[in-house]
Structures are given as C-alpha cells and as structure tokens.
C-alpha cells in the first residue's frame, strides 16, 4: 500500500490462541463466539500483525511477534502456528539486519518477542543494526509489572536491547521519521502507544491492542486483559469516529481475517469495509 512516497506492507508473525472471555471482557459469550468462535479450550485465534514501512530511505517495522524463545509447554498454551516474521522478511528480500527502526506499541510478549533471538546460549538483538523505539513508561512498568499483567511480560524480549544500547525511549507522541508518528494511546497499559502514517493526502492508523480486532470496534468490546478499560473507552471514542470521518485506512493488531479496511458509521456503529493489503 502506498501513501504518496511511503509504502508499507502488512506481514505477521503467525497466529497464536488466547480466551476468548479474556479478549472480549463484559461481552458475554453468545455474543463474542459468532464473531470469534473458540476451539475445545476456549480460545480464539489471533494473529500478530506487524508493518513493514519504507519512507525517506529507511526500513522500519512495527511490531516483531511472539518470536521463538518458547518451551514446548507455552507453546502448547499459546498455540503459534504460522510462517514467522524474520522468515518472511528474508524471503521479501528485507532480512532483519537491512531494518533502520523497529517499533514496539508496548512490550507484551506478543508485540516484542523478536525484538530477540536465541544465538548459542546467549539472547541476541534479531534486528542488529536498528534503533528501537518504544515509550520510556512502558520500559519502565515492563520491568516491574503487577501480579495481574506479569505474564505478559518477558524480559528476554527486552533487557538485551538495553545491553546493547539500542533502545530510544520516548515520553509522549513523536513523528519518528516524515510520515510515521507514534501516539501514545493509552487503556490497555499506561503507555501504549498506536501508529499513524501520512502521505499523499492520505492516512492509515495501526490500532495495535486499542483495537485488536475489528469485532472490538464496538465500544463496550473492551479486552479483559487491558489494566485501564475506561480510559480505553475514551481513546477509542476519540480515534475510531475520527478514523471513520477522515477515511483513514485502519489497522488492527491481532485481527487474522480483516486486519485492514475503512470504517463508516451505520445506525450508532462503526462497520469495517475490508480491503486487501498485499504481504
Ligand atoms: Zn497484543
């Protein structure tokens, strides 16, 4: 897809399973199964959405997956299937190691895990020569996270970027290159942050967790898992009627069957038009 001179593509590292009451909070099951139906364990299938964008000379990718640094029992749990991420960045002719900057929303296990790799016995940056980004509050909380999110975190993903000085934290929303603004969108944590992209007149937002999927466009539709659910209400009242008002092109993060499209309003909702994104 291309806005005036920045491209982008949409590539994922796969799709993982998490519960689907944990995804969808209030909403009760009869409700959430039409749109997601789980499997004997209850959990819905997901995949982790990252984008590729070259603008003004520079490679950048936001979001790098689950990554590979699993035992077989979390590999169980998670369910990760799928082609990963490195894979098909070698194969469209982008190996890790030609990427400039390499965006996190926030550090979750599904949004950093192959910020790292496993080399021998030690845990290596994957993406040698670039800066990565991500908000100073949530390298901070990742760091010393509660009992009720520190499975989400998993410091192998990012303490070895620190050791390697490859870190650049930001505090508040930035335009990281022309074009690429990061906004700090809080609700799922205290410092998500969500990806806005511009060019030619044209707009597209990476909703990252704000709105996982296109069945959470719905206001209400709010995950279990997120630690500040009304102040995710009130971002998605700001973001998701301005995305629809503007025809920006929205991204979801972990929507597996419609992760791009436009949005309008219809009697009270935000409805999705998908569109194909090529890989
Ligand atoms: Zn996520």
Redesign the pocket.
Known sequence: MRLGDLEFWLLTDGTFGLDGGAMFGVIPRPMWERVAPPDERNRIRLSMNSLLIHTAGKWILVETGAGDKWDAKSEEIYAFSGERLPDKLSARGTPPDVIDIVVNTHL?F??CGWNTRRAGDAIVPTFSNAQYIVQRGELDHARRPTERDRASYIADNFLPIEKSGQWMLLEGDREIVPGVELIRAPGHNADMQCVRLSGGGKTAFFFA?LV?TAAHLGYPWIMGYDLYPLTTLENKKKWIPLAARERWLVLF??EPKTPAGYLHEEKGKFVLEPIKLDG
């Open positions: 979750h599904d949004h967790d996982p993060g972990h």
